[in-house]
């Protein structure tokens, strides 16, 4: 059983490295432009991804928060603008996985915006 896991986990990271090299020469079908089956199939992958995501981006969050809240306490406020970036880009972003982020129509913004101004 342990030998099935590695193998689907090893297939699955080089899919994923393949996969990811050809993102832009793909002419796919947005997610609107699919039939019902189509569609069902992008909503389940994206179900599936986005459970993988989610405590990923979630950890991120909370990092990021307790990293913005140290700045701005050790620095006595002085560094308010920066304690709020971090934040900002912490807490803000994708939080689930679009199906049209499977379609290579849209990217996945795990960061959130690079530009953040108070």
């Known amino acids: 059983m342990r030998k099935i896991f590695v ?33 069902a199939g992008l909503i389940a992958g994206s179900v599936v991804s986005s459970a993988v995501y989610i405590p990923f981006k979630l950890v991120y969050a909370v990092l990021g928060g307790v990293t913005s809240g140290l700045v701005y306490a050790v620095t006595i406020a002085n560094e308010a603008e920066t304690a709020h970036r971090i934040a900002t880009e912490a807490f803000t972003g994708d939080w689930y996985v679009h199906p049209n982020i499977l379609t290579s129509h849209e990217y996945l913004n795990f960061r959130g915006p690079d530009d953040v101004s108070p």
């Open 7 to 39: 193998m689907v986990v090893l297939v699955s990271c080089i899919s994923f490295v393949v996969q990811g090299g050809f993102l832009n020469d793909a002419d796919a079908k947005t997610y609107a432009e699919h039939k019902p089956a189509g569609k």
